[in-house]
């Protein structure tokens, strides 16, 4: 990260009001250009970068909201237009996400507008109403002063002042105080509780449950070393960077949670990311449980939702944000600390213009800032186990042990080859795997079994010729789902019969082949009629909720199997869990990307540590049709220094990130041809500032994935030495890289995937 030119001036002082006569102003509307506008003269002096303006756009009468990017003196455009409104009374983004903007449009190439789109959620924008509920406060009012108070009444009110600070609705309320919402009412009568109407989100409701004691934690002692290290540089209020590397269930969280306390103090705001999935109850009740004010930003909030919480970020009412991918943007006064946990996770990548790494983009706003970053992980990217070798302002600490001493579980390697060749039949699951579950569920102790694929069977061909069901509208094969018996597409989502007999030839030797989640359920119910397994996946947890509920039965021990894809794999901490089961961990090992043995290495690590977290201890299989590979025998061992280091070697000799950079161009057309020949084009124009910039071009070719929803894909692969090298070479490019019409073009900066 510190090969990227940082914008010019890097004070966080206030910015001054434009005097200039005129303003460039960017519009979203994916033109990777700003416009130039006259700024009437009762306005001079009282605008601001990042104030949204009405200006008029195009032919006849018409409009445009945009932003004003920055100043102009002077413009060479004939018939200027005048600024027309100014929508905000003051700009909406704080100075620091000015300057990130600025920055994510150069470094990702991408037109200013969608960037400031994309830091503002719609709502802000639009200005909307609330959802309501009612919650119960206590009044002022003594309880001395009221005649006679029932003992139902006072759990309720000792309830509610436990819960300090965490609104109760009614109904919950009662609940937990043993009541009827009748003698909350009553209360209201006396004038010691009044029920008001406030604006929450649906995420926060579920949350006012369960709320517990903190337990008074002693940290450990590698744990107190990284806690220290963090602190340093928050109280020397400079930036850097914290790799804290540590096993599953070395408590990182208990030392984020220390180091945020240390910004809160001060008066100060931490932003904490999380991945989507892992952004669950159970950990959002972390931070409310040791912090007044948690702000939480997750996908599943409604417009409305989101702008109230951004609303509360911006006027200062959130000591702590945590949430997914966008929350890197939320608009905190005082930055006091970015946290990102699990920062290997490819999620925090957006596939969608524009398309920003939120773990590069929290490094750069700390920077730009001047605040600490801790990047939590039990698998490092392997760009920042380089960076911490590399880089001066990278520090690394480590958690080399699990909580209360707890060892790492073993982890069996299952040579599915053996299992093909000593069994009849298709068997997901090995015998020692099911050994080990039948063994498990007669201690009544749990099982998580992980499979990163959905459906029943992956492949549908005919036995006799070879035909393969695929998508008439993508260049992937269609899955099977036994329940509702149709074939999906999961590129695209349509859905198709199952044929009787081949298409092709007519035979009716149709095979279902490769093994999906239900598959999987399937055969654990027919060898365990008795055992109770719930299942996990995109197909499973409609409704919403569904997802929460059977984690919770989970917890209290009502199912005894938890199946799923990765979705049991990230955070979940539940110590009766004593056998984890992987049932194919070639699925990730043979994606044709060159992260395939990393995200392979990493999810073994993630799904074993689901296991082995209570004294009842654990143990792990995990089957695999290649069970000498490396990466598996590493990842069976615990031993990420032997992976990074022999994987770093493997990406030094083929020049692949952390050596070097990529960037990936995309062209997407449904005509065939026209796509094939905007790549040539595109690369015809590169080759030779590749060439000065020392830059190879790998392709153009066919992506992986040749065509999805009827869009036919071509790419091509930028081989950079630097960021620096990349950097520079786009700067120069990117204004005559606009396709022709009716051709869609995508530019990937740092891809996540290659497919
Ligand atoms: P990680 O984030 O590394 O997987 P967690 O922070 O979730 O680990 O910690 C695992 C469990 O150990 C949690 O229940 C946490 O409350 C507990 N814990 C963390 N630190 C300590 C400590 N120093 N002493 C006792 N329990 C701890
Ligand atoms: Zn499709």
């Not at 998580?448 to 959905?454: E, K, V, Y």
């Not at 110590?575 to 044709?592: C, E, F, K, R, Y």
């Not at 995200?599 to 993630?606: C, P, W």
């Not at 020392?694 to 392709?699: E, H, S």
Request: proline residues 6%.
């Amino acid at each position: 990260m510190t090969t990227l030119t940082m914008p010019e001036n890097d004070t966080q002082t206030d910015r001054p009001a434009l005097e200039t006569p005129f303003v460039s102003v960017a519009l979203p509307i994916g033109v990777d250009q700003t416009f130039a506008y006259r700024l009437p003269e009762p306005l001079r002096g009282k605008v601001w970068p990042g104030q949204r303006v009405k200006v008029p756009f195009g032919r006849g009468n018409r409009w445009a909201v945009g932003w004003i990017a920055r100043g102009l003196e002077a413009t060479d455009i004939k018939e200027v237009k005048e600024v027309a409104e100014i929508l905000d009374d003051e700009p909406l983004l704080t100075r620091d996400l000015l300057d990130l903007a600025f920055w994510m449009a150069r470094y990702y190439v991408t037109p200013i507008g969608q960037v400031f789109e994309a830091i503002l959620p719609a709502a802000v924008k639009r200005k909307a109403g609330f959802k309501t509920v009612q919650l119960v406060v206590r009044t002022e009012k003594s309880e001395s002063e009221v005649d006679r108070i029932l003992s139902k009444q006072r759990r309720v009110l000792d309830r509610l002042a436990q819960a300090e600070g965490t609104p109760l609705a009614p109904r919950e309320l009662a609940r937990q105080a043993g009541c009827t919402v009748a003698v909350i009412k009553s209360l209201e009568k006396k004038g010691l509780v009044r029920i008001e109407t406030r604006e929450v989100d649906e995420f926060a409701r579920d949350l006012f449950i369960e709320l517990e004691e903190p337990k008074t934690i002693h940290l450990t002692a590698e744990q107190a070393l990284a806690l220290q290290r963090v602190k340093a540089r928050i109280a020397a209020e400079e930036f850097g960077v914290i790799v804290l590397q540590g096993v599953t269930g070395s408590g990182k969280t208990e030392v984020y949670l220390r180091a945020i306390e240390d910004v809160v103090e001060r008066g100060r705001q931490a932003i904490v990311l999380v991945p989507e999935i892992a952004l669950t109850p159970q950990t959002i009740r972390r931070f409310r449980e040791r912090f007044t004010h948690v702000a939480v930003l997750h996908s599943g909030l409604t417009d409305v939702e989101r702008h109230r919480q951004w609303r509360d970020i911006r006027e200062g009412r959130a000591d702590v944000v945590v949430g997914a991918r966008s929350a890197v943007f939320a608009p905190v006064r005082d930055l006091g600390l970015m946290v990102i946990d699990e920062e290997h996770e490819n999620s925090f990548k957006q596939d969608t213009a524009p398309r920003y790494h939120a773990r590069d983009s929290a490094i750069m706003r700390a920077n730009l800032v001047g605040v600490p970053v801790v990047l939590g992980s039990a698998t490092p990217s392997l760009e920042s186990y380089q960076n911490v070798r590399t880089l001066d302002h990278y520090q690394e600490a480590r958690l080399t042990q699990r909580i209360g001493g707890r060892p790492m579980p073993p982890v069996h390697i299952i040579d599915m080859r053996q299992e093909v060749a000593e069994r009849k039949g298709h068997h997901a699951l090995s015998r020692a795997l099911e050994k080990a579950i039948a063994e498990a569920w007669r201690k009544q102790q749990q099982t998580i079994l992980f499979l990163n694929r959905r459906g029943f069977s992956t492949h549908l061909f005919c036995v006799k010729c070879g035909h393969v069901a695929r998508c008439p509208d993508c260049d992937v094969g269609m899955t099977y789902h036994a329940k509702p018996g149709v074939l999906q597409c999961h590129y695209c989502g349509q859905k198709a019969r199952p044929p009787e007999t081949c298409p092709a030839c007519g035979a009716e030797t149709i095979n279902y082949w490769g093994t999906g989640t239900q598959r999987v359920e399937d055969e654990v119910q027919r060898k365990f009629p008795d055992i109770r397994l719930g299942r996990m996946d995109a197909d499973s947890m409609r409704p919403r909720g569904g997802h929460a509920r059977l984690l919770s039965a989970f917890r209290d021990g009502e199912v005894d199997i938890l199946l799923g894809t990765q979705m049991v794999a990230k955070g979940l901490d539940f110590p009766n869990v004593t056998v984890v089961g992987v049932i194919n961990a070639d699925v990730a090992l043979s994606l044709p990307d060159f992260r395939a043995n990393e995200r392979t290495f990493q999810l073994v690590t993630q799904v074993a540590g689901r296991t082995g977290r209570g004294p009842k201890g654990g143990e792990v299989f995990v089957q695999t049709f290649q069970p000498d590979h490396l990466t598996i025998q590493l990842a069976a061992k615990h031993d990420y220094d032997a992976f990074a280091r022999d994987e770093l070697e493997t990406r030094r000799r083929l020049g692949y990130p952390p050596f070097g950079r990529l960037a990936r161009i995309v062209v997407r057309s449904q005509q065939r041809q026209r796509a094939h020949e905007a790549i040539q084009a595109v690369a015809g124009r590169l080759i030779e500032p590749a060439r000065v910039a020392g830059i190879t071009i790998l392709g153009p070719q066919p992506c992986p994935i040749s065509k999805i929803s009827r869009f036919w894909r071509y790419h091509l692969l930028l081989k950079a030495p630097s960021a620096r090298a990349l950097l520079h070479f786009f700067d120069g490019v990117r204004s005559d890289l606009s396709p022709p019409g009716n051709i869609q073009m995508a530019i990937d900066v740092d891809p996540q995937s290659t497919l």
